[in-house]
């Protein structure tokens, strides 16, 4: 069987064949890809000329070249349109990949040749670039176990393969859970519910195999269906759920799996010599230590909370107001806050909600590209892995910079959340390979013949992922190792964060938000509604954000907790966490935490970056013009196509000329 994993693809742009590959090709073209690897990588380590960077360093780039390729198709599906032969076969595949690293990083021949141009490294006459790629491999092979002994290795090695396991097992218990819950509702139930998120309900249920109406897991739904549902009783039952996910018993259940990784990331820790595992995971990032961390999440911490508590005391009177006697409830806040929001702000969502077209919002995205960087999109006519996605050509001029998939709709075979991914990076080391990359959302889709609207969330959450995806679409590095959002995780997020900022400008937000049936430009007085209450409610939106921050810092700061769980109350008890709010995130399907090493003490990374963000997207503002050219030259130099090239509190200083402060970031939530 020709099995087209293994073969070179010839399709435009070198896309990969979907309409060929087949469930059952992933595992022998692995098979393939990992002794591939192998022997390269023996070969690499048993090479009898002395270690050069190019013999060593830019031979191990190309060593695993076809197990990225393969894992790269593998890994999207596994994510957006899984079924249950994926699901077995990534079961299977987390502990090899594991163990493949560990054979590779604690290769003692091999460590020994990075080591040897590391200790001679300012008498190479390297590149800046070829310096830091060096840096950073040798510090990955320390970090990873290679100076160690050979019982630390072998003991090492197991904690990586039993953590590769548990993470895979965590995304999968969460998205079961997703799956398995719905809540039916009968033409009695739809009581305040504006027109789309009936549409959206029924199509729920249509891509269920159902009649009627039905709720979901998926936050594109939910949320609304908390905002607007009269009907207190069956809000109640669907936040109880939506919090519940990977805490519900049985099969699914996630706890077991969070103490035992938690318990096997302070071991690998306490191997590689670090006190925890915050203090290990942290060492790299521009925050560096625990403390920076709880510095900034502290200092935010205390506004936000008095005014989260303000706005609880109005909300509590309109509970009141409303018959409802006792406290206000979590299921209560978004729908009295909905109420609030259009009292103070004559603003709903259902009257924005007609404005924001996802055709509409994806070409204000492309646009503002086009304005900052020059790009176009031009849509693509390929196979790709569902009906649903689509691509376009991403160009400068007459020059090919890549291809970008959007997929945007939610499903039962795609995990929660929204998430930017590649099917190829960007590098330069043999010939100029151009970047796929893939924006994942869970937008609620509309029924056939109806467009399809995004809230102003949804939509910022797509510019949010655009401005991912732009980062590995404008990388322009030699190395693989350092491209696109290879960099520090608490760089990461800013590149994404800041393009949101263009969204709510009138410039874009007049032009692009047109209502879906009259096709009329989105009012001026709308928009200054909009802008007048960008910051409402944001006590509850930063309240939550940063509790869970806290509980993923305190998890990774000391002993590993035997009762995660119990962790986790004690954490909010002592910061006194509003009855009425919950942590966007609790423990059990903290994905972002526990699907993976990612984000584990890394959180609070989408905060750091929001303090650069609000001061670089300020560096446009002081000039006038959101798009000036010599600022977007400079963003584009050292942000968006510099990868990790330079340390990245560098490349800000270049971008910005001085690094920003915390307040930045309490003024521009509003909360000074």
Avoid at 192 to 208: C, N
Wanted: glycine letters at 6%.
């Amino acid at each position: 069987m020709t099995n087209p994993l293994l073969h070179d693809w010839t399709g435009p742009f070198e896309l990969p064949p979907f309409n060929e590959i087949k469930d059952e090709h992933f595992a022998p073209a692995f098979e393939t890809a990992f002794a591939e690897g192998r022997d390269a990588i023996d070969t690499i380590a048993a090479s009898p000329d002395a270690p050069t960077f190019a013999n060593t360093i830019e031979a191990m780039e190309r060593a695993d070249k076809l197990l990225d390729k393969i894992a790269g198709v593998f890994f999207n599906l596994a994510a957006a349109n899984t079924n249950d032969a994926l699901e077995a076969l990534q079961r299977d595949l987390s502990p090899k990949f594991a163990a493949f690293s560990a054979e590779t990083l604690m290769n003692p021949a091999l460590f020994a040749r990075v080591d040897a141009l590391y200790a001679k490294r300012d008498t190479l006459d390297l590149t800046a670039e070829q310096l830091r790629v060096l840096e950073k491999y040798h510090r990955m092979f320390v970090r990873a176990g290679a100076a160690l002994d050979q019982g630390g290795k072998a003991r090492l090695k197991e904690v990586m393969q039993s953590l590769a396991s548990l993470g895979t097992k965590f995304s999968q218990n969460v998205l079961a859970d997703e799956k398995s819950w719905e809540m039916a509702l009968g033409a009695d139930d739809l009581d305040g519910l504006p027109d789309f998120v009936v549409s959206s309900a029924k199509e729920a249920a249509k891509e269920r195999g159902k009649d009627g109406y039905v709720i979901t897991l998926s936050r594109s739904l939910i949320v609304p269906f908390l905002q607007f549902s009269t009907r207190r009783d069956l809000r109640e039952r669907a936040f109880k759920a939506w919090v519940a996910r990977g805490e519900n018993g049985g099969a699914s259940d996630n706890r077991e799996a969070v103490a035992e990784t938690l318990k096997l990331r302070e071991e690998r820790a306490n191997l590689l010599g670090y006190p925890n595992f915050a203090a290990f995971k942290l060492e790299n990032e521009m925050a560096k230590t625990p403390e920076a961390v709880r510095d900034l999440l502290m200092a935010v911490w205390s506004p936000a909370k008095a005014a989260a508590e303000r706005d609880a005391a109005t909300l509590t009177d309109m509970l009141h107001a409303d018959g409802i006697n006792g406290d206000l409830a979590p299921w209560d806040w978004r729908f009295y806050a909905t109420q609030l929001q259009k009292a103070e702000f004559d603003l709903d969502e259902a009257e924005l909600k007609p404005y924001l077209q996802l055709d509409n919002m994806i070409e204000a995205a492309f646009d503002v590209a086009g304005k900052l960087f020059g790009l176009s999109f031009e849509p693509l006519n390929v196979p790709l892995y569902h009906a649903d996605a689509r691509a376009w050509e991403v160009r400068k001029g007459s020059q090919h910079i890549g291809v970008f998939i959007g997929d945007y709709f939610a499903r039962s075979s795609k995990r929660s959340g929204a998430w930017c991914s590649a099917f190829r990076s960007q590098s330069k080391l043999d010939g100029d390979t151009r970047a796929i990359t893939i924006n994942v959302c869970n937008f609620a889709k509309a029924p056939e013949g109806e467009p399809n609207l995004l809230t102003f969330d949804d939509a910022r959450t797509l510019f949010h992922e655009f401005g991912h995806a732009l980062h590995q679409l404008l990388s322009d590095v030699t190395y693989n190792f350092i491209s696109g959002t290879s960099v520090a995780r608490d760089w990461v997020e800013l590149p994404s964060q800041l393009y949101e900022h263009w969204l709510g400008e009138p410039e874009v937000l007049g032009k692009y938000a047109r209502h879906a049936k009259t096709g009329e430009p989105i009012p001026a007085s709308l928009m200054e509604r909009l802008k007048a209450a960008e910051n409402f409610d944001q006590g509850f939106q930063t309240v939550e954000f940063v509790a869970s921050a806290l509980v993923d810092l305190d998890f990774h700061s000391g002993p590993a907790p035997a009762d995660p769980m119990a962790a986790q109350a004690n954490t909010l008890a002592a910061l006194g966490m509003p009855r009425a709010i919950t942590m966007r995130h609790a423990t059990p399907h903290f994905a972002h935490v526990f699907s993976g090493d990612g984000y584990s003490s890394g959180y609070y990374s989408y905060m750091w970056s929001e303090v650069m963000d609000e001061d670089a997207f300020a560096a446009f503002k002081e000039t006038g013009d959101i798009f000036d050219p010599e600022t977007a030259q400079r963003l584009y130099d050292y942000v968006y196509s510099a990868g990790s090239r330079e340390d990245e509190a560098d490349l800000y200083m270049a971008f910005r000329g001085a690094m920003p402060k915390v307040d930045a970031l309490i003024k521009g939530r509003g909360l000074a």
